[in-house]
């Protein structure tokens, strides 16, 4: 089945812990995206990928790392974490870098940061 | 730089009465625009978008957007609400300057009341 698979689910941690969250995706897409979602706010881009190798900062990059060593792989990673980025995080990807293609979203990362 | 706005964060409409979620956005090139729908507890799905072939863009779930240039509108409509139609709807936009930038809105949250 074509999917964006995030692990984890549910994610409870402290203040300055690190930590991943893992996205990949079985369809052999180009392009990823990490996103999170506040109340009041939709969604809003952290980090993007047109291939492998090639990131790119979205609208709110602080405080977030990415990597794309491989095609399916994109994890998002939080090195010194704070309250403020608890929030709810998708992974999402489409076929190529044109901008009309669709996004495909993973089931998202419900993180809180204590 | 570009934005989304969608005019409502709720709106509420009895079975089988008429769907209408407005979304304006500002660009100086009328970019790429996307309806997608978030069930609860899920990831976004794609309704439709539009891609400059057709001004009025049919999606899954019968639902239609027509693009208006002159008004940077995409409202979002369907002439019969169901019960199963309760979600999160989320418009969006991609430049064609630059692909790999998305911006979402800050959705509208519909009600369909029995």
């Known amino acids: 089945e074509a999917q964006v698979t995030q692990n984890p689910r549910y994610l409870i941690t402290v203040t300055g812990k690190k930590l991943t969250v893992t996205c990949s995706q079985n369809?052999?897409?180009?392009?990823m995206s990490w996103y999170r979602q506040d109340p009041g706010l939709g969604l809003r881009q952290i980090y993007y990928?047109?291939?492998?190798?090639?990131?790119d900062k979205g609208d709110v990059p602080e405080g977030y790392k990415v990597s794309r060593k491989e095609k399916r792989n994109f994890p998002l990673i939080l090195e010194s974490p704070s309250p403020n980025q608890t929030s709810l995080y998708f992974c999402?990807?489409?076929?190529?870098?044109?901008?009309?293609?669709?996004?495909?979203f993973g089931s998202g990362t419900q993180l809180s940061v204590l | 730089a570009q934005s989304v706005t969608q005019l409502g964060s709720h709106v509420s409409v009895s079975e089988g009465a008429l769907v209408l979620l407005r979304c304006n956005y500002s660009?100086?090139?009328?970019?790429?625009l996307f309806w997608y729908v978030q069930y609860p507890n899920q990831g976004l799905q794609l309704l439709l978008k539009?891609?400059?072939?057709?001004?009025l863009v049919k999606g899954i779930n019968g639902f239609e957007a027509e693009f208006k240039k002159s008004e940077t509108s995409f409202h979002l409509t369907k002439p019969s609400a169901h019960m199963s139609d309760a979600a999160e709807y989320f418009c969006?936009?991609?430049?064609?300057?630059?692909?790999?930038?998305?911006?979402f809105g800050d959705g509208t949250t519909l009600t369909v009341k029995p």
């Open positions: 999402a990807s489409s076929l190529s870098r044109q901008g009309n293609e669709k996004l495909f």
């Open positions: 369809m052999n897409h180009e392009y």
């Open positions: 990928s047109m291939n492998v190798e090639v990131t």
């Open positions: 660009s100086s090139v009328p970019p790429y």
């Open positions: 539009y891609t400059s072939a057709a001004t």
């Open positions: 969006a936009v991609t430049p064609n300057t630059n692909a790999g930038k998305s911006t």
